[in-house]
């Protein structure tokens, strides 16, 4: 139980072009999803949370213009990378509250995004 | 604020053990272990909460002391397949998880 799933896998597009990025949650409700962004051997950088059906909450210094957040079912959420550009080139991975009262977040395998 | 985790890197021969340490500044609600391969998102390895409390599954195990503020995750008899980086998340009462840098873990065979 408790699997998390991201498309795309890999994603490679020209600079300006928006991208946007899955999460599903496959086995459970998740009321609660978050984005990560994560360089190289670096941690994992929370960008946002994501509650469904209302507005996500960013991070201190995530432009949320720039990576617009839908979470419109229990199951579903999306990252939009708008405009995108070389230096957000990153590995995006998004996680999920089972919702049992533990807090445990289950990851999805990520998306690595590469603008040219 | 940040968990730190000790050591930052570690390389052991299988079959040794090995010891990663977190900890934070602020009083904990809960602790959360994960390991990532390269390449590949972060798998949930356990979690201790508030109380103080000692896990393990297999030959990974952790304690948190909820005094100390700290939690250690013990790897025994070291297996190639535990290669990666472990990387502790803490949880504040009311706050989101926050990771730490991560422990990088090679085993040579």
């Known amino acids: 139980g408790a699997v998390v799933s991201q498309h795309p896998s890999w994603v490679i597009c020209k600079s300006g072009t928006s991208v946007k990025i899955e999460c599903r949650s496959l086995?459970?409700?998740?009321?609660?999803m978050f984005w990560y962004r994560q360089f190289p051997k670096q941690s994992l950088m929370l960008m946002a949370t994501s509650n469904e059906g209302s507005k996500a909450t960013y991070e201190q210094g995530v432009e949320k213009d720039k990576f617009l957040i839908n979470h419109a079912s229990l199951t579903l959420s999306t990252l939009t990378v708008t405009s995108a550009h070389p230096e957000d080139s990153s590995f995006y991975i998004c996680?999920?509250?089972?919702?049992?009262?533990?807090?445990?977040?289950?990851f999805g395998p990520g998306t690595r995004l590469t603008v040219l | 604020q940040q968990p730190v985790q000790s050591p930052q890197a570690v390389i052991l021969r299988e079959g040794e053990d090995a010891v990663i340490n977190c900890s934070s500044s602020?009083?904990?609600?809960?602790v959360h272990w994960y390991r990532q391969k390269h390449g590949e998102a972060p798998v949930f390895l356990m979690i201790?909460?508030?109380?103080?409390e000692q896990k393990g599954h297999e030959k990974i195990s952790a304690s948190f002391n909820e005094k100390k503020q700290q939690s250690s995750l013990y790897l025994t008899a070291s297996q190639l397949s535990y290669s990666g980086t472990y990387f502790c998340g803490t949880l504040t009462k009311g706050d989101k998880i926050i990771f730490g840098k991560g422990t990088r873990l090679h085993i040579l065979p």
């Open positions: 996680s999920a509250e089972t919702g049992t009262g533990a807090d445990t977040q289950y």
């Open positions: 602020k009083a904990l609600y809960s």
């Open positions: 201790l909460l508030k109380g103080g």
């Open positions: 086995d459970f409700q998740a009321t609660t």
